[in-house]
Structures are given as structure tokens and as C-alpha cells.
Nanobody
Framework: QVQLVESGGGLVQAGGSLRLSCAASRSIFSINAMGWYRQAPGNERELVAQISSGSILNYADSVKGRFTISTDNAKNTVYLQMNNLKPEDTAVYYC???????????WGQGTQVTVSS
């Protein structure tokens, strides 16, 4: 199992930047995929960015070119750098870890990101 703790959310004006951090309770080197999801009020949770097998990156079309996911294995931490933020990016952002064997998925508690126009 792995526990995840997010930080770095907050209120920012449109066009601004934020960096989210997700600290894992164990080495992320052996975790198959780590990513960020978000959920806005009334919407389903959606994938924002994911890194799998250590190097395969996947981004939602809505954030391509603006958001960057990265990892620091020494710190067991995953980051989400968010630039040129838009009001539609407002949501609770959740860190996610997926292990293939044995199958396990872990979620963080979420961090609020609010972008004002």
C-alpha cells in the first residue's frame, strides 16, 4: 500500500501558475503509474496527467502545453506544474498511484485549485 499527501493548491488569477506536490509514503520507483486527476463540482473525476512505467506521459487535451508532470524518486514525490491557468481548471486535484501486481489503487485527500478570471 501507499499513502499519498497532496499540497500546493490555492487561489490564483487566470494566467498564473501553481505547482502541486504529492508525497508518497514509500518509494515511487516500483509504482506502475502515478498521476493527477481533478473533479469540479457537478463533474466526474477526470485524468489530468499521468506518468507510467517511469517515463510514459499522458495528458488531457485540455492541459497539453500548459501542465507538466514530473517525479523526484529521491523524494518519493510527484509534481504537477500548472502554467497559464484558466478558470475552467478550477477543481479539487487528486494524486493517484496504481500498482499492477498485486492490484492496488491509492488516492490522496485532494487539494483545491481555484482560478479567478
Amino acid at each position: 500500500q501507499v499513502q499519498l499527501v497532496e499540497s500546493g493548491g490555492g487561489l490564483v488569477q487566470a494566467g498564473g501558475s501553481l505547482r502541486l506536490s504529492c508525497a508518497a509514503s514509500r518509494s515511487i520507483f516500483s509504482i506502475n503509474a502515478m498521476g493527477w486527476y481533478r473533479q469540479a463540482p457537478g463533474n466526474e473525476r477526470e485524468l489530468v496527467a499521468q506518468i507510467s512505467s517511469g517515463s510514459i506521459l499522458n495528458y488531457a487535451d485540455s492541459v497539453k502545453g500548459r501542465f507538466t508532470i514530473s517525479t523526484d524518486n529521491a523524494k518519493n514525490t510527484v509534481y504537477l506544474q500548472m502554467n497559464n491557468l484558466k478558470p475552467e481548471d478550477t477543481a479539487v486535484y487528486y494524486c493517484n498511484a496504481q500498482i499492477v501486481y498485486p492490484p492496488f489503487t491509492s488516492w490522496g485527500q485532494g487539494t483545491q485549485v481555484t482560478v479567478s478570471s
